[in-house]
């Protein structure tokens, strides 16, 4: 199994999980798009026994019968032979007119979709980040969440709308290939190995779009980062004069990600222009073979359309499955990003908040943060006597502020206990708790 082919098959595992809750809509969008394909089937075929009387009219060569020509033109034999010609066109024009407004709905249907699991990701992710433990989002970094929140999740829907797009892809060419085979069996064979030829070649060229998405995602996430550090951080990055190593950090980042998307765009774009060579060669030689005797002009003509027909959804099948497989990095962030049980939670806490009537007292408490060594709280006890103001004062690194981000219960102790009069903290509602206490940080927020 080719790199390519194996990004885009764990992007379809991926994807399915995105649809779970709308899977009728789904069926929806697929089942419009395959009668759109059956209308269009139906619509080609009828050119059929339009030619053969175009060409019996004339006085030319007797066309050729053919089975799918018997079947499709006994539907018009219990009409005067003055009228075939007029109603094969009416149903021409109707099976046209169904294909249009089935195809319209389908794309709608799809963009709706698309727009619907973009909105659910997007509030399943920001539900996330409120509900998972505050260690989580302390130790991850700023700009990735955002990234994935603001722009993978999009990339992931879009992703979406191309899955079903390529199930409506691939039951249209089952029409298409279903009517050579009723026209020619064999010559059907010989021009399906021809474009299974072609579609290797194709995938050859473009199969490392899936890890070119990956560095695209990764060059993503660290500009936003970039982005979000530097804006932050303005007045110390001017406070200490170092406007030109931003700056050179920022070019290299932004090069990063024009070059990922760069490789993804020249690989996509690679896929039309081969896929118009080899077919059109593909169209010459079978023109050339079947045209050479003149009964056989209906049918071959119709065999031509159909397969011209053909040709651009075989290469927008090429183009679907590289862009499903070049979507395997942002759908894998969102993916891993979902994952509820790989993420620290902090209990609620059962207990109602009561009015404290005493002191909040720390028990012999001890803190360290993940990515430290030494504790920032080591076998702390004080009291915060009810009523009355207490101010703590200590140098810098002293745990100050582990002890605000404690009181707020935004993390619990490794040891010890923090206790509301007899009540401990880690068992009260810490939603109610929350709404009791007033906190202003030194860096702060404002809010639309």
Known sequence: MSLALGHEVEAKRLLWPFIRGRRALAAGVIVLGVLSSLTEGVGIGLFIPFLQQVASASGGVEPQSHWISEQIGSVFHILPESRRLLAICVGIVIAITLTAGLTYAYRVLGHWLEAQTGDELRRSLFELYLDVDYSYIERARSGTLLNVLAAETWRASQAVSLLLELFVVVATILVYVGLLLLISWKLTIVVGLSLVLISCVVNAITRRAGPGSSDFAR???????????????????RAFGREDYEQARFDRASRRVADSLFR?????????????????????VVAFISLREPGNMPTVLVFIFVLYRMQPRMKQLDRLRSQIAASIGPVREVHATLERDTKPYLPVGDLPCRPIERDIAFEDVTFSYPQRSEPALHSVSFRLLARQTTAIVGPSGSGKTTIAKLLLRLYDPESGLIRLDDQPLSETNVSAWRQQVASVSQDPVSYT
Do not use: D, F
């Open 219 to 237: 060059a993503n996430a660290t500009i936003s980062n970039l982005m979000q550090e530097t804006l932050g951080g303005m007045k110390v990055v």
């Open 264 to 284: 993804l765009q020249y690989l996509a774009a690679a896929v039309e222009p081969m896929h118009e060579l080899l077919a059109a060669t593909l169209l010459v």
